[in-house]
């Protein structure tokens, strides 16, 4: 790259070795943030975005990686990419199931990424005001802080006894605010993924929503209550 070898550096990109080699040893998102570096080219580009589709199960299964690649970009008629495609079609390093036809989401659609880690329905999701950040909440009892860019799981809050049914964030980005079947509302660090604090309610508390000046938490419970909190001092 320093040496402005931009076709050399294409022809790394477009090498399925050199591409499971570096999935192997290192992870997803150090191998997409490679492509950024010439992210005007289109075939390029392409192998990145089925990468990235196809991350919540190459992530954890390394040898899904050609395969994956088939079945999202064979129903693409770059010459590029068919060459590329060919390579990987000839790949031996390991066994593998081979896809015959693109029966995957290709790359370029409205669909950018999958996130994949709760062990059960998710209920609610947030996003920070920055878009760098997304918060789900889930029914196996935690909420997941995941960086968007990379779509990495960057934090699992933990600490609810009962399903997550509402997440809200402040509107500074610093704060989680959950709420969930165990009568209780939290309040966490973004940051540090850390509890920060914890109200009590007499049921349920299936919703919640924060003011526009980030003082105030509003829940409401099962029982048909809506209750007001202050954040100030919650420490």
Partial sequence: MKAERWEDFKKILLNVDWLYGKLERLDVPALLSDFNWLDREKALSLVQGAIRLSAHIVGKFHPQLVGQLLGRLQTLKSSEIQTFLGQAKRWKKLPWLRPLQGNLIAPGGPLIRTLSGHG????????????????????????????????????????????????????????????????????????????????????????????????????????????????????
């Fill in 120 to 235: 059960d329905s998710v209920r609610a999701v947030a996003g920070t005001p920055d878009g760098r950040r997304a918060i789900s909440a889930s029914g196996d009892h935690t909420c997941k802080v995941w960086d968007l860019a990379g779509g990495e799981d960057l934090h699992t809050l933990s600490g609810h006894g009962d399903s997550v049914r509402a997440v809200a964030v402040t509107p500074d980005g610093t704060q989680v605010i959950s709420t969930s079947g165990d009568h209780t509302c939290k309040v966490w660090d973004l940051v540090s993924g850390e509890e920060v604090a914890t109200f009590t309610g007499e049921s349920s508390i299936l919703c919640c929503a924060v003011s526009p000046d980030g003082r105030t938490i509003v829940i409401g419970e099962q029982s048909g209550r809506v209750h007001f909190f202050r954040l100030e001092g919650v420490d």
